[in-house]
């Protein structure tokens, strides 16, 4: 199964330590270029910085229909459009993206997407981790990830910690 994911799935999971979920949920992870930029940015101190550089399990490629990407960029930034781009290209099983407006986008164009959140569900559904309540506390906690009151609950619900 292909997926590609944009940077904010890369930043959270390798905030707090789980970044290899995607290697367990998926078989191929792509990323592009874009992508790739964002995340060895100079200045840029999280752990994806160093970490997701030196991983042999994620590959980078870039979308070679770049009048697409330059329509998706009057919305989105270059690391969506490129991902949303890619992910159609290469007729990606799913779109790993927690944006907004970038999820939209990938709906409409007909992609699968899933957020860091899906990740913790199909994690543990998998058998890969015990419980999503700390995984999901820590990325609150450690990256400021904003998440309401219910769809945490409905979250925790969904994994079944209620």
């Known amino acids: 199964m292909i997926v590609v994911s944009n940077t904010s799935p890369l930043f959270y999971l390798s905030s707090i330590g789980h970044l290899d979920l995607l290697c367990q949920l998926y078989d191929r992870i792509v ?4 992508v790739l930029n964002e995340i060895t940015d100079v200045g840029n101190t999280d752990p994806s910085a160093t970490i997701v550089p030196n991983l042999t399990w994620i ?17 989105l930034d270059r ?5 949303i781009a890619l992910a159609v290209e290469l007729n990606a099983e799913r779109l790993i993206i927690d944006e907004r ?25 998998n058998n890969f ?12 906690d450690r990256t ?19």
């Open 101 to 125: 407006l970038g999820r939209l986008a990938a709906i409409q164009v007909g992609l699968k997407v899933t957020g860091v959140l899906g990740i913790f569900l199909a994690a543990k559904r």
């Open 31 to 34: 990323i592009p270029t874009a």
């Open 59 to 75: 590959e980078t490629r870039s979308p070679t229909d770049l009048e697409f990407v330059t329509t998706l960029k009057t919305e």
């Open 79 to 83: 690391g969506e459009a490129e991902a």
């Open 129 to 140: 981790i015990e419980e999503v309540k700390p995984l999901l506390d820590a990325l609150i």
């Open 144 to 162: 400021g990830f904003w998440i309401d009151d219910r769809l945490y609950t409905e979250i925790l619900n969904a994994a079944d910690e209620l």
